[in-house]
């Protein structure tokens, strides 16, 4: 039987919505997760928390008629438990199945697609540039995106298709004109939002040493050379080329407060350097990618903001629930940015993570070489962005 094919339950079945469950695990609430995905995909992606239990039984455990003790004695009786699958099919049955036994049951609405769906927006509070500062955060996958707005306009900086819209409505919410949409580079993990809000009447703008990579639809953008500014009301964006992890990473300085990274570096870690050239191409990126950050990033004031196109679980939050750190106190606590070249080099190749899964269809459909849908895009981008070096090796003590 097919995961999303399996027929209502005889019993009600209570539906947690994704927002509702990510709101009582930041609560700090204690939850227990019954995830009935295939083993594989539950290594690779799943809902974690230091408050959250999660347990991982496939759902075809729960298709005979008498359910093997050795299953039911794996999920607590003394708790709510809240199932979940890829789509939602799947774990209404089986929250169903568990409920005619007198479980405490509930199921996640949607599955790991609600789950990634969840985008949310935050302050950083910290900017003290012109204008205001947005952080959209998708925890599904530790994407991150910026927008800012002043004075009745507004720039988005890598923005995700799949929220098209809802970048689109938050700018008619506060009653701003979307002027520019900029990507800091060919993106890896995600399919960029960047032309389909082109299509909307924003002006997209690609960084111009991308374009040699395959951009199919280079014309029709704008492109980024290193120093080119980007007004938007009162406030200065200014792009500073920092290649490295690909070769036409452009980070985009913000009013002089906060330099967004793409995927340069993060706060928790630096790129990984392989995914444009693979692994024999990889030590040369490195190289180019430690001349970025000792020329082009860590010459900026000691204050200066940094803001990542992701974050992993290792990553923690400031005071105001953004993914930034100050430069200095990166430098302070990342031992790989006070190195010399090849010890930096040797390090980062040394502990490489998995690529990010469906990498290489996703660069092709970023550059325009690859045609899919919406739901097709969404579903190439589900899973771990990975697109970071290991950050236990990074890290300081």
């Known amino acids: 039987m097919n995961a999303d094919d399996f027929p209502t339950p005889d019993v009600a079945v209570e539906t947690v919505e994704p927002e509702a469950l990510k709101d009582r695990i930041d609560a700090g609430e204690d939850i227990t997760l019954l995830d009935a995905r295939m083993q594989s995909d ?66 996640l ?75 800091t580079h060919i993106h890896a993990d995600h399919i960029s939002g960047v032309r389909d809000l082109d299509a909307e009447g924003v002006e997209g703008v690609i960084p111009e040493a991308a374009v040699d990579r395959g951009v199919t639809y280079a014309d029709d953008m704008t492109t980024a050379a290193d120093g080119d500014e980007f007004q938007v009301g009162d406030t200065t964006i200014e792009a500073v080329y920092t290649p490295g992890h690909t070769t036409g990473m452009t980070s985009y300085l913000v009013d002089d407060s906060l330099l967004a990274t793409g995927d340069g570096l993060f706060i928790e870690s630096v790129a990984r350097p392989d995914l444009e050239e693979g692994d024999d191409g990889a030590p040369d990126a490195a190289r180019l990618l430690y001349e970025s950050l000792q020329e082009r990033v860590l010459t900026l004031p ?92 990074l890290a300081g003590d």
């Not at 408050?51 to 004695?73: A, H, Q, R, W």
């Not at 935050?122 to 925890?139: A, C, F, I, K, N």
């Open 109 to 183: 609405e949607d599955g790991m697609n609600g789950w990634a769906s969840i985008y949310e927006t935050v302050e950083v509070t910290d900017y003290d540039g012109t204008g205001t500062l947005l952080q959209y955060q998708r925890p599904s996958s530790g994407c991150l995106g910026y927008l800012l707005y002043d004075d009745g306009e507004a720039a988005i900086i890598d923005p995700l298709r799949a929220f098209t819209d809802r970048y689109l409505a938050d700018a008619d919410d506060l009653d701003v004109d979307l002027k520019f949409a900029l990507d």
């Open 302 to 393: 000691d204050d200066t903001l940094i803001g990542g196109a992701h974050f992993s679980d290792a990553a923690e939050p400031a005071a105001d629930g953004t993914y930034t750190a100050p430069i200095g106190n990166l430098v302070e606590e990342m031992d790989a940015l006070t190195m010399d070249e090849d010890e930096f080099v040797e390090l980062i190749l040394s502990d490489m993570p998995p690529r990010p899964a469906n990498y290489e269809d996703i660069i092709a459909t970023n550059l325009g070489q690859n045609a899919v849908d919406d739901e097709e895009a969404f579903t190439l981008e589900l899973g771990p962005n990975n697109c970071a070096a290991s950050q236990e090796s």
């Open 42 to 107: 539950y290594d690779e992606w799943r809902i974690d928390g230091e408050n959250v239990t999660s347990i991982n039984i496939p759902y075809f455990e729960f298709l005979e008629d008498e359910i093997g003790e050795d299953v039911l004695d794996q999920i607590p009786d003394d708790r709510e438990v809240t199932v979940l699958c890829a789509k939602g099919g799947a774990s209404e049955y089986v929250a169903g199945t568990l409920a005619e036994r007198g479980y405490d049951v509930n199921h």
